[in-house]
């Protein structure tokens, strides 16, 4: 187990400055995670690198968007470490079990006792906007585009949006 | 009162795959939200669902921005249940009553003494960026498009949005 | 030191509706921000203001974005006495000093014993994207558009990235 944060590169630094002009391609598609556990950090760095890597527009916007209420989205770092620290605080700052409605069949027909869940997922947030630059997603060294499953495992759709300029 | 939470469900479901290419559209609106309660979740998403519906755009972005710093957008499930848990959980992890600054007419000159509603909307955020596909938004069978309000009754701006392709 | 919050004046008001088509211009650029203390606010509205009228597109987006995992974005009042309620709020809900792994050399080769600020970041969010309407950023009376620094003193790269109709 690393004690090491995995590192973001592209293959060329962001340009302190770009413009472009012109008509612009939208390109959607859904893709699916699978998860193992119930409370799990996905890093989906590489896949949405390669992803906008492959429809070649140079500048412009990705858009992620977890198709689900218990599935966020963030950026941290990638720490074997750190994702401990994730998910104990998450743990620690909505407890799994106390006196949910949500998890009452007197008022919830919901069978998955995921009030956690929604709570969780609702300061994690469910979708990300990230800049598209020289042809590449703009990140940091330290940064990494992670899911949070939050009630799995399950298989998890994500919905990816590039609108930009080729 | 409903012991199940709302449905979304489009004309069509999303398409796997989508690409478009030209000029785009931008279209811009102010909508207006009147609340009753001092904190309260109000459902957008029929009221986004249409207004996106009435533009056309095949493909594209939904930007809604609320024009307020105490009241938020977010997305989760709209269960009465599950609403009253979260606002529960707002009123625990943010005291409305602690020993603010903001509060304190030596440190202030804000009347409404809501620092809490201040530091909620911290937590949960001012916008949401949304995808269009198909002409319609996307989004998943249990997420609805949130308000929340944190310093009510007022009547919100909002401000929406819409950039794509016809 | 101020009792009042800082103001956001646009030249002109947000019209009720506006609609453009046409091709677009992106633009993007790197700024720096230089922070002063381990966790600071710093209001960045102005500077984001200048930018987009330096542009003189009429309708679209403008995405800010943290090149870094410790340094996030979010809209809220400049008062000093509310800054100092959200200081005080980012400590008492994420400790500074609770047994973190990513803190602990056993486990990490980090050393700047910064799981706080990593955990901070993920509540607070690392970009936001807000509209263009009218050549100007669209923004409440009392938003503005902040930068939390939550493991400084640092240089801080923000990567703004404008994509409208002009």
């Not at 990638?78 to 909505?94: C, G, N, P, S, Y």
């Amino acid at each position: 187990m690393s004690k090491s944060s995995t590192v973001t590169v592209r293959e060329k630094p962001v340009e302190r400055v770009r413009t472009v002009s012109g008509g612009v391609t939208i390109h959607s598609e859904t893709i699916v995670i699978d998860t193992d556990q119930r409370v799990e950090l996905v890093d989906l760095t590489n896949t949405i690198m390669e992803l906008v890597k492959r429809f070649k527009l140079s500048e412009g916007l990705i858009s992620i968007w977890s198709m689900h209420t218990t599935c966020t989205l963030l950026i941290n770092e990638f720490q074997t470490a750190l994702l401990t620290d994730i998910k104990r605080f998450l743990e620690q700052m909505v407890a799994r079990d106390a006196d949910y409605m949500h998890n009452d069949p007197q008022h919830s027909d919901c069978d998955r006792q995921n009030a956690d869940s929604h709570l969780r997922a609702m300061l994690l947030g469910h979708s990300l906007s990230l800049q598209i630059s020289g042809g590449e997603v703009v990140l940091g060294q330290w940064q990494r585009i992670l899911m949070a499953e939050l009630d799995g495992p399950r298989a998890r759709s994500l919905r990816v949006q590039i609108i930009g300029i080729g």
